[in-house]
């Protein structure tokens, strides 16, 4: 269960020093560093050392892709090989259809979970609900430039990797269950080489 816990931290906050990660869990320094080794020796966390200014180098620990692993992709392997066997038999053109006819009853389905008469924090985070149970480990923070809905994990980032309507069609999904006056756009993309995505919303 610590394990996990280490593992959820590194994935929801980024690389952590070790003082960090025990200060998070509530757990001592000591205590961190020795489940810190036993992941790297797992193979499931990276170490790496980041100098700033004067004196000894920071050390920060990160998920490695085997530890990213460990968070579920829905049937990674099976999805990617559909895709590309439609890809070559039907055309890209029957392939976009697909994502078309999907981004329309994800329109449907969440936009019957979304009241549109409340605020744009509360759609905000009621959106954040939604796709945290579908797997994407989403948040939202609030700032001087508006709202910051992030997530945290993809679970068909093997989908998107080789067809990126996917991204195409939830960003789509986002502006229309949000509210045409809304300004929505994604500044992180896990796809690009990024630890989340994330997209910036304002009025």
């Given amino acids: 269960m610590k394990t996990n816990r280490f593992l959820m931290l590194l994935k929801t906050r980024g690389a952590l020093t070790a003082t960090e990660i025990s200060k998070e869990l509530n757990i001592t320094t ?3 560093r020795l489940q810190l080794l036993k992941l790297t020796e797992e193979g499931l966390i990276q170490s790496s050392q980041e ?3 004067v004196g000894r180098p920071t050390q920060y620990f990160s998920l490695t892709d085997l530890g990213n692993k460990g968070f579920p992709d829905t049937h990674a392997e099976l999805t990617v090989k559909l ?3 439609m890809k ?3 055309g890209e053109e029957a392939l976009q259809t697909v994502i078309s006819a999907g981004e329309q009853k994800a329109k449907q389905r969440y ?3 979304m009241n549109q008469n409340n605020s744009l924090e509360e759609r905000i985070r009621t959106l954040a609900e939604i796709r945290s149970r579908e797997g994407y480990m989403a948040e939202y923070t609030k700032d001087d430039k508006g709202f ?3 997530e945290n994990h993809c679970p068909i980032c093997a989908a998107a990797q080789i067809c990126q309507g996917f991204c195409v069609s939830e960003l789509n999904t986002f502006k229309f269950v949000l509210g045409e006056d ?3 756009s994604r500044v992180s993309h ?3 080489g990024d630890r989340r995505c994330a997209y910036r919303i304002s009025l």
Avoid: M, P, R
């Fill in 88 to 90: 070559d038999t039907l």
């Fill in 190 to 192: 896990i796809i690009a």
């Fill in 83 to 85: 895709i590309q066997l």
């Fill in 51 to 53: 100098s700033k200014g």
């Fill in 182 to 184: 809304v300004n929505i």
């Fill in 111 to 113: 936009q019957q979970q």
């Fill in 30 to 32: 000591e205590g961190a």
């Fill in 148 to 150: 910051l809905l992030i």
